[in-house]
């Protein structure tokens, strides 16, 4: 593919002039569909990782991991990336993917119904018949891994649980996650409820083009409010890598019974290359997660295509 677009820039050089070149691709980068050729040169065109051959593998214990480049989907690191495990609240990346396809306006008001406020598990602690925005929600479950959080998203957005369960299903066909499924909306343990490292990480590397989503996994703390101002809900960064690890854009935590401590976590580079790292039942998800992330940058060296 390299030397196609290689050869794609060579031709419109010795059969045009620069400016033909140049001017195909800016109207490849204002039409990609028109001009499918001289839009493939331009992806062709990211910083390629290349991988220093002197640096060792690392060595985890995690049950499956992956390290890839954002950019490129390169994979630069697996182990056991296509075996189907729980994923417990890695989940709720792909519940905020589904509310904010579905959700026009952020600022909308949501009730907390009894069974949201009752849900077990990790919370915000929510009131039955609380009003709350789309965006506070959001936040809860984003950033303190709030199960009502996201059990009220999932009733917010399609009414009931089984409804968004089949919404985040069709997404997650849409992104080709071909060893994923969902059962609920806050990751609780069920029979039917798996993914994979790999579909984790292509779900991570989607979500994270979206800026709503970006900006709440960056934030460390936050204090969110009902609509009325009474309650106030205080939120912690569930990832203790952030504030802890200076490239740490952010991501989401996960545990449960089934599935262990599990983390998806993305940093960026001095290059400005993102690495992802998704770790499946880790005895040591942040320690691990900051090895990989470490390892990706020193094992790498991220080159500009000729």
Sequence with gaps: MKTLAIFLVMFNFL????????????????????????ALTIQLMKPEPIRNPLTADPVIEATSAIVIDAQ??????????????????ITKIMTAMVVLKYTADLDSVARVSEAAAKVSGSQMYLLSGE?????????????????DAAYALAEYTFGNITRFADAMNRCAAEL??????????????ERDHYSTARDL???????????????????????????TGRFKHRLENTNKLMGAYANVIGGKTG????????????????????????????????????????????????????
């Design 255 to 306: 545990t449960t019974l089934e599935a262990g401590a599990s983390l998806s976590v993305a940093a960026e580079g001095d290059s400005g290359q993102t690495i992802i790292t998704v770790l499946l039942d880790s005895p040591q998800r942040f320690t691990e997660g900051k090895i990989l992330l470490d390892w990706a940058l020193k094992a790498y060296s991220w080159v500009e295509p000729l």
């Design 176 to 189: 080709k996650m071909t060893h994923t499924h969902f059962a609920n909306a806050h990751g609780a343990d």
């Design 15 to 38: 059969t045009g002039s620069l400016n033909t070149v140049k001017d195909g691709l800016l109207a490849a980068l204002s039409d990609p569909r028109a001009y499918p050729l001289q």
């Design 201 to 227: 990480a292509a779900l991570t590397a989607y979500a994270l083009n979206n800026e709503t989503f970006r900006q709440i996994v960056h934030t460390q703390s936050a204090t969110v409010t009902d609509t």
């Design 131 to 147: 009003t709350i925005t789309v965006r506070n929600l959001l936040a809860g479950m984003l950033i303190e891994s709030a199960n």
């Design 72 to 89: 490129t989907g390169k994979v630069l690191f697996e182990k056991n990336a296509n075996r189907e495990l729980a994923m417990a609240s």
